[in-house]
């Protein structure tokens, strides 16, 4: 099965296991809704390529770690939309979870979302009861606190905060867990592979603030120029358009200079060029050119 | 180590690895403030009574399961006291976690502590990674949709919701949970500890609407009369004060009746009845009499 299909039909499994016979219908409806129909999956993209590039000997637990880390992601998209937040109104391109169906729903999905991510780790990595200790752990430390994303949310409501634990927190958490969950599922050493995410989520953060500075919001499917609207530190605002671009490119090619030896090293050279110059947008892409 | 003293610091250990260097001051703040001091620690003495009912082979995982189920309940007090739900300003006699840090870090603060429940399970079953798949998902379904607690508050958002649905998910599954994952952490079969674990929740949630209908701010540490205000269903209110009582009576004797046999079933027994009792604040523990 190609990657993308097993993100999303192991995605499927975690939503509807939350469907079940008895569930609250409009919390069954949200949770729905906050996944389906989704980004890039760039996050369990990226879980899966390491997992391959390690071996992927129990592709159930690889499955799981990238449901998990997605699941994560959309909960916090969901919890970052809220009025007490960012009051978005927009996300990929529909009505964001609050506005469609109330505050009081949108916390309880984001709720429900982070169980569904330990729930499908414990499911999916049962057959390798070592590996679930290592798993449940590295992504609990990306997701709370003290330096996961909820953290990393947590650095806004801060009189100070230092710009890399901010970015580090709120963006290269969860892609630094993609590469060390993918190692662990496949029963490789996680650690050598933190660094990996680590580039590849500070890349991402620059192309994010890109898309914010330079796209309009039909291309990326949520309100553009948010992070002077909301006085929030921008890479594109800082550097310059040509400045963060360069700065893009550099990130990118130090990801796929700092990729470990492992047996699928060169393929994943290869994807992660590839993923990355997904990060940006068609009309960015030419000027990056 | 008396029950007491193993909760707290276990739940200890689970607060401050939240506040390690680099945590975002006032999200550790609002954490710790969310968690000490408790209230009675019911359901965690539960867990550790059944576990030490069942042998107790393993205490650093009964701790681990006791810690978890009290963070996934403190969690729940946060997020429920938010202004989207009923909006209390008084939780354990001081000001609510969103009154003292505001909304945003109330919602963070409710995620960091559910992340923090599966990071504590991890850490304290490692040793018994075998056991560690069966309670991250016995307690991920009690947190979770369709049947969790998350659920159960979700069910207040429905027009229409059968209320025992609503109770066993808002407060059956937590206790339930409480009882199996004891059994489960002490390497016993979890199922057959569930009813238990129900009779308690129901007979929990009946003191607690006498609670509400009958008791002062001062007794209980939050406002009282809340039900009526909210428009939710309450025992006392449908059964009058002596009705609910022998309604509370009559559980608390069938919670006795169904503690399966096992090595410390006589010390459970009168564990169970001494806890039952504390259901109820003094005053109506006087009319029960």
Request: hydrophobic share 50%; net charge negative.
């Amino acid at each position: 099965m190609d990657p993308g299909r097993r993100i999303e039909t192991a995605l499927e499994l975690a939503v509807s296991s939350a469907e079940a016979p008895g569930a609250p219908p409009l919390l069954a409806e949200a949770i729905r809704y906050a996944v389906f129909p989704g980004g890039h999956r760039i996050r369990p993209r990226l879980c899966l390529a390491v997992a391959r590039a390690c071996g992927d000997d129990d592709p159930d637990a690889a499955d799981a770690a990238a449901a998990a880390i997605e699941l994560l992601h959309c909960a916090s998209l969901v919890h970052d939309d809220l009025p007490c937040f960012d009051d978005a109104a927009l996300r990929r391109g529909k009505p964001s979870v609050h506005v469609a169906y109330g505050p009081a729903l949108a916390v309880l999905t984001g709720d429900a979302l982070i169980v569904a991510a330990f729930e499908a780790l414990a499911r999916g990595a049962a057959r390798r009861p070592a590996r679930l200790a290592g798993l449940v752990g590295l992504i609990a430390r990306a997701a709370g606190a003290p330096h996961g994303i909820v953290a990393g949310q947590a650095w806004e409501s801060e009189a100070h905060v230092a710009l890399s634990d901010y970015q580090q927190a709120k963006t290269g958490a969860l892609f630094a867990a993609a590469t060390v969950a993918g190692a662990a599922a496949a029963g490789a050493r996680p650690l050598p592979w933190r660094l990996l995410g680590e580039c590849l989520g500070e890349a991402y953060q620059v192309a994010d603030d890109l898309r914010d500075v330079a796209c309009r919001q039909e291309e990326i499917g949520k309100p553009a120029g948010r992070d002077v609207t909301l006085g929030r530190p921008n890479a594109a605002a800082l550097l310059g358009l040509p400045g963060a671009l360069a700065r893009l490119e550099r990130l990118s090619a130090e990801a796929v200079a700092v990729i470990p030896d492992c047996p699928g090293a060169e393929a994943l050279r290869g994807e992660i060029e590839a993923q990355t110059r997904l990060f940006l947008p068609a009309s960015l892409r030419a000027d990056a050119a």
